[in-house]
Each structure stands twice: as structure tokens, then as C-alpha cells.
Nanobody, 127 residues
Framework: QVQLIESGGGLVQAGASLSLSCVVS???????????MGWFRQAPGKEREFVAA????????RLADSVKGRFTISRDNAKNTVYLQMNDLKPEDPAVYYC?????????????????WGQGTQVSVSS
């Protein structure tokens, strides 16, 4: 069973940077359950939305249009960790950010494509 533990959330000023980490326990890499990893977010009163994803190999990534050019996703399978580097945070970015694991990979990833969810970490941005 794969478990995901996020860290790195917090309160920053608009324009600042923040890095989220997600430690993956269980078999989530090559020769096991080859999960692709990603991040979703959910702001109050809104639905969960896709933010970023990376293939199990780490060679391919996808980013939501709203974060392209500002966010970067990466993974280090040796450390069983997935990262989300968030730069130039904007007032529309605050949300609970969830680390996710999925076997699906396509143009669009939705909540129904996700196999495992982390517990979430809060990101807040002050103007």
C-alpha cells in the first residue's frame, strides 16, 4: 500500500516561492507499482483541480496552464520523494495542496484518475 506524506506548506507573500515535498512510502517506482505522481489543489468552495504530474521515470511532466512558467514538478526515486517548486505565487494559488499517485497518464488528469491521495498541506499567500 502506498502512502503519501506532504510537507512544506505555509504562508508567504505574493511573488514569493515555496517548495512542497511528498515522501512516498510503499512500492511506487520501477519493478513495483509504477505510479506516476502529481499534485492537485483545492481552494475553499472550489473543486479539486489538477496542478502538475510527473511520470514514474521522471522524464515527462505536465502542468496546468495556470501554473506553467511558475511551478515545476520533479521526483527523486532514490529518495522516494516528489517535489513541487512554486515560484511567483499569486493570490489565486492559495489552497490545500494534495500529493497524488496514479497509474493514469493522459492529456487531462482528473480526481477520478487518482489512486492514492495524501492528507494535504495548506499554502497561503498574502498580498
Amino acid at each position: 500500500q502506498v502512502q503519501l506524506i506532504e510537507s512544506g506548506g505555509g504562508l508567504v507573500q505574493a511573488g514569493a516561492s515555496l517548495s512542497l515535498s511528498c515522501v512516498v512510502s510503499g512500492r511506487a517506482g520501477p519493478s513495483g507499482s509504477n505510479y506516476h505522481m502529481g499534485w492537485f489543489r483545492q481552494a475553499p468552495g472550489k473543486e479539486r483541480e489538477f496542478v502538475a504530474a510527473v511520470t514514474w521515470s521522471g522524464y515527462s511532466t505536465r502542468l496546468a496552464d495556470s501554473v506553467k512558467g511558475r511551478f515545476t514538478i520533479s521526483r527523486d526515486n532514490a529518495k522516494n520523494t516528489v517535489y513541487l517548486q512554486m515560484n511567483d505565487l499569486k493570490p489565486e494559488d492559495p489552497a490545500v495542496y494534495y500529493c497524488v499517485a496514479t497509474r493514469a497518464w493522459g492529456t487531462v488528469l482528473g480526481p477520478n484518475d487518482i489512486d492514492v491521495w495524501g492528507q494535504g498541506t495548506q499554502v497561503s499567500v498574502s498580498s
